[in-house]
């Protein structure tokens, strides 16, 4: 009997905008966890400096208090950053305000920042940046754990002070885990026009898309009036599981590759409708050079100090 094989690829991970550039615009600078290079990362003092150095748009990390505030922190643990241990979740926002979040940057770059862990409402009320910098972007990525469980009260705690700060137009949402992006779709299906809470594609969705073009040389994102927002690293070591279908049964094999973003890529994404593509993780001129090359609206750093004088180079 003939056998048939039909081979499919899966994707394993072990891991750990603005409007499209013309062809001499540069990538905007966005500034990693508010600029984690520079100062403190996800405080104040990391905001304020990350704007001063140019940064176009800001990109923090929010998890959910006790008391269902959303704040700024992104380990799992609050000793790695901070003064004291435990998850965000196991405080209140009150006993969050007087947390050191300096410690850790503080011990290891010899300097004397003052910060705790601010919330998002008195990030978006910040007095300077809505006067100095009223077109600064904010975007919120979600890294509470528990997404099965927190996913409703964090989208209605995201509505909430989004509502009460307006700044449902100057923020965007991100989150590794779909379950917090499907809770604001849900939440915007009953919000009218101007309440409506933006996002990010999903980082699978995404990525799955980036799979098919660079490895499959399919084109199969989504064709409609709808703006989408694409979030990934510029390239991202992959470990691809290659599943072949026999009359019997099937067989796997295991391969490791770099899934690079390339000009048909960019190409696919954007002819399909109004697509903005931000690359993670640019760190080097180099890297930033190639980003620029290849049409991205955005790049997230780490030092908008250090970029600062890249891109003033690069004119």
């Known amino acids: 009997m003939r056998n048939y094989i039909m081979a499919s690829i899966l994707i394993l991970f072990s891991l750990q905008v603005m409007s499209s550039p013309s062809a001499n615009e540069p990538p ?6 508010a ?14 400096k990350s704007l001063e150095n140019g940064a176009d748009a800001i990109w923090i990390t929010l998890q959910l208090t006790k008391d269902d505030v959303p704040v700024l922190y992104r380990p799992s643990d609050l000793k790695e950053l901070t003064n004291v241990s435990g998850k965000v979740r196991d405080y209140t926002n009150k006993q969050l305000s007087t947390v050191n979040a300096a410690k850790f940057y503080n011990e290891k770059n010899k300097t004397a920042f003052s910060a705790n862990i601010p919330t998002l409402e008195e990030v978006l009320k910040l007095k300077y940046v809505l006067e100095d910098y009223p077109n600064v972007m904010f975007y919120l990525d979600i890294k509470s754990p528990d997404a099965e469980n927190l996913a409703q009260p964090f989208a209605q705690a995201l509505q909430k002070v989004l509502k009460e700060t307006n700044s449902f137009e100057r923020t965007r949402v991100y989150s ?19 309440e409506q809470i933006q996002r990010f594609e999903s980082r699978d ?3 799955d898309a980036l799979v098919d073009i660079t490895l499959g040389h399919q084109c199969k994102l989504p064709v409609d009036k709808k703006e989408r927002w694409y979030g990934l690293e510029m390239k991202r070591n992959v470990e691809l599981v290659v599943v072949e279908k026999f009359t019997l049964g099937e067989g796997r094999s295991h391969s490791n590759t770099v899934l690079t973003w390339d000009k048909s890529a960019i190409d696919c994404f954007r002819s399909k409708g109004k697509a903005y593509i931000i690359f ?7 890297d930033y050079e190639k980003a620029k090359e290849l049409g991205a609206d955005a790049v997230m750093v780490n030092s908008p100090k250090e970029f600062k004088k890249i891109v003033n180079e690069k004119k």
């Open 28 to 33: 905007k600078i966005v500034a990693h966890r």
């Open 176 to 194: 590794t885990d779909k379950l917090y992006l499907n809770a604001i779709d849900q939440m915007n299906k009953d919000a009218g026009r101007k």
């Open 35 to 48: 600029g984690t290079g520079d100062a403190p990362e996800n405080t104040l003092p990391a905001i304020k």
């Open 280 to 286: 993670f993780g640019i760190n080097t001129a180099q």
């Open 205 to 207: 969705e995404t990525r």
